[in-house]
């Protein structure tokens, strides 16, 4: 493996909250790059973070970024929640071994989790096609997913993942935000079976 000063993450991941479009591009191209470096899992952890945004996060974001959130509606913890999952998705899509590793580290609960943010529709989006790759991926996960956030909700996520914030009312956001899916568990089960 390569070697990269693990100083280069939490600026890199910091690039995710960038309202321009081609600051974000640039920077999960630079992450995309560094996978097969030696901070690959500090920046997976980081990825993983930036998935469930802390309250503390949210609220000092509030408080500082307030114009910004007046005239954009999101929240740039929003934004960065949206580049980490595209990132998950880009990553899982380039490489079996990422995609386990993620897995092993929780990241379904995760974007199911992203999936629930009502407040930013890009987060939403990114988070269902992140997550339909895992479960196409990974059949073994499919009926995990589905047992976790229902058959209703999951139907019409396997029939249209990108637009499926569209159709989401409080009760199945909330379904998503409070999931208990604990795939980590479920893949070493599966897999050590085999």
Known sequence: MKTAHHSIVEPLLGLFSSLHLEVQDEAINLFLG???????????DGLLALLRPTKENVQHQN????????????????????????????LAEDSQEVSRELLS?????????????REHTDAQIQ???ALKHFVRSFPNI???VQRGIGSTLFA??????NTLYMNMDETQAE?????????TEVWYGDNSEG
């Open 127 to 129: 988070a269902s096609l």
């Open 34 to 44: 560094l996978r097969c470096y030696e901070v690959r899992p500090l920046l997976l």
């Open 105 to 117: 580290l929780g990241v379904i609960q995760r974007l199911l989790y992203a999936m629930g943010n």
């Open 156 to 161: 019409a996520f396997m029939n249209q993942a």
């Open 142 to 144: 499919e009926e995990h």
């Open 175 to 183: 379904i998503l935000l409070t999931n208990k899916v604990n795939i």
């Open 63 to 90: 408080m500082q970024e307030s114009e910004i959130i007046q005239m954009t509606g999101s929240l740039p913890v929003f934004v960065q929640q949206a580049a980490a999952a595209k990132s998950i998705r880009l």
